[in-house]
């Protein structure tokens, strides 16, 4: 059953039954249960065999693994926040403060938009620091949970993908060979990242055009002032003596500190280190886990400073924040929890080798047509195992092997990093997802139902602009870029129109 379809079908059962059952949690186990069981069979290894792999080399593995510890590590300390901001008063401050800015709905989507595009250092922080401050306003003017779950995401990973300095730059030139700057080919490839950018042109669109389709219609009316599933939170403890700098003040430390911290981990002042006041290559040569860790409790420390010197919270309050934060997470914790685990199983069964096997027998004399293949196939990969960077990893060295120079070299990883973003986009057992569904407090099933259309239509246009892009690619990279970009957008825009009209209708 290893390196072979049989490898995928672990995570196939895990999404399936999520979508069919809405209950992740017994979904997930499931797939890490099978793919137990077919590790156990190929292994003539038995029961034991069985229960040592999904827990001892599964789910014990990755809760020790540590990249993934500093990633927990970072989502209490950020809920830990959220809670202090919260007692202190500074979310209902801002709230206050948006009522009198912000006069619309489709301003408070907007608002969390620009937030979002704002915050491109990492998706993490990016999914639960927008969730956390912009709650309260959505809330005010009736934007679904979904709704708000959806814009988070939107603007995580596909913002992150076509920003220069950001953990996801940093991943994707590890995955370059050496001798090449791998910042540098991530700058060529970002023209063509069309499903990051068609993605973030889908979400304004959708906000100013008023209208909603699939799932999310059930859920949010673009035209009533209260959406069906929104509700602000009663039992919120409003300081009267909360301001709007004790959120700005965090969020901006949070912005700094993380920054610092990151390139701080990639060698930026260590003398000895070759990347020693270097900001680029330290911030590619940088520790995302930790440097989100120590940035993030840096920022928690002088926040509660703060906050104390100003006489908004008491420690005995604060320090109860640390568990109340801790609590907030306990759900997205256990949901990263099983699908590291899950991941690990289509791991030992060897998927990624079983996906580059079929990638690296693509018959070259398709060359046109191989930038929407990648796309096609790092969509599945990353869809079927919840991770982007780990589809990165598989097919970036296949694309610079199989294309050494030229532009079709720079289309093919761009269509890898869009196929990536996209799969990881709506799948439920993303990591990103799921955060994105945290910061938004939305059902993870809800948001991964009401998400999909959206991301199906934008990856089918990004789909066949990469087809136009792979034919275009002999008149040179400018010219390509251009002609892919009229048509994708023009398709685009198209498509929106066509699909308002039938909402009209209905």
């Known amino acids: ?113 620009c937030l979002g595009i704002l915050i491109f250092i990492d998706d993490y922080f990016n999914c639960l620091t927008v969730g956390s401050v912009m709650k309260s306003v959505t809330d005010r003017y009736g934007v679904s949970k979904s709704k708000l779950a959806y814009l988070i995401d939107a603007t995580a990973a596909p913002v992150c993908i076509i920003a220069p300095i950001s953990s996801w730059a940093a991943a994707v030139s590890g995955f370059v060979s050496e001798g090449e700057n791998g910042i540098a080919l991530f700058c060529k490839a970002i023209p063509f990242n069309f499903y990051a950018f068609f993605t973030l042109l889908m979400v304004f669109a959708m906000v100013f055009m008023r209208f909603e389709y699939g799932e999310m219609a059930k859920w949010e009316n673009p035209f009533e002032s209260n959406g069906a599933e929104s509700n602000s939170d009663d039992t919120e403890v409003v300081k009267k003596n909360g301001k709007v700098i004790d959120l700005v003040l965090p969020i901006a430390l949070l912005i700094v500190f993380c920054v610092f911290s990151m390139v701080y981990t990639g060698g930026f002042f260590t003398a000895d280190s070759e990347n020693f006041r270097n900001f680029v290559n330290a911030f590619a040569a940088s520790d995302a886990s930790i440097g989100l860790v120590l940035g993030s409790f840096a920022s928690l420390v002088l926040t509660l400073i703060f906050y104390i010197l100003r006489g ?96 079709l070299r720079i289309i093919s990883i761009s269509a890898c990093m869009a196929g990536a973003v996209c799969g990881d986009h709506i799948s439920p057992i993303s990591d990103t997802t799921i955060m994105a569904s945290a910061g938004a407090q939305c059902d993870h099933i809800n948001h991964v139902a009401t998400q999909l259309p959206y991301a199906i239509s934008v990856a089918f246009v990004s789909f066949l602009t990469y087809i136009v892009a792979g034919f275009s690619q002999s008149l040179g990279i400018v010219a390509s870029a251009v002609i892919s970009w009229v048509f994708g957008v023009a398709l685009l825009l198209c498509m929106l129109v066509f699909l308002k009209k039938r909402v009209v209708k209905k």
């Open 312 to 407: 908004v919270i008491s420690f005995k309050s604060a320090m109860l924040c640390i568990p109340d934060g801790f609590k907030a997470m306990v759900p997205a914790i256990l949901i990263l929890t099983l699908a590291w685990t899950l991941k690990a199983m289509t791991d030992s069964l060897g998927a990624a080798k079983y996906v580059a096997s079929i990638v690296g027998g693509s018959a070259m004399g398709f060359q046109n047509f191989l930038p929407s293949l990648i796309f096609v196939i790092a969509l599945f990969l990353a869809f079927a195992t919840g991770t982007s960077w780990g589809t990165f990893g598989i097919l970036i060295p296949i694309c610079i092997a199989a294309f050494p120079e030229g532009s």
């Open 1 to 113: 059953m290893a390196n072979s379809f049989w490898s995928l079908v672990p995570a196939v059962v895990a999404i399936a039954l999520a979508l069919f059952t809405k209950e992740v949690y017994s979904s997930l186990f499931i797939g890490i249960a099978i793919g137990g069981a077919f590790y156990a069979i190929d292994a003539s290894s038995g029961f034991s065999g069985f229960f040592n792999h999904v827990f001892k080399d599964g789910m014990i593995a990755q809760l020790s693994d540590s990249w993934n510890v500093g990633i927990l590590v970072f989502l209490v300390i950020l809920g830990t926040m959220v809670a202090l901001m919260n007692k202190a008063g500074g979310s209902a401050a801002f709230g206050e403060w948006a009522k009198k800015h912000i006069k619309s709905k489709v301003g408070a989507q907007i608002a969390t938009v």
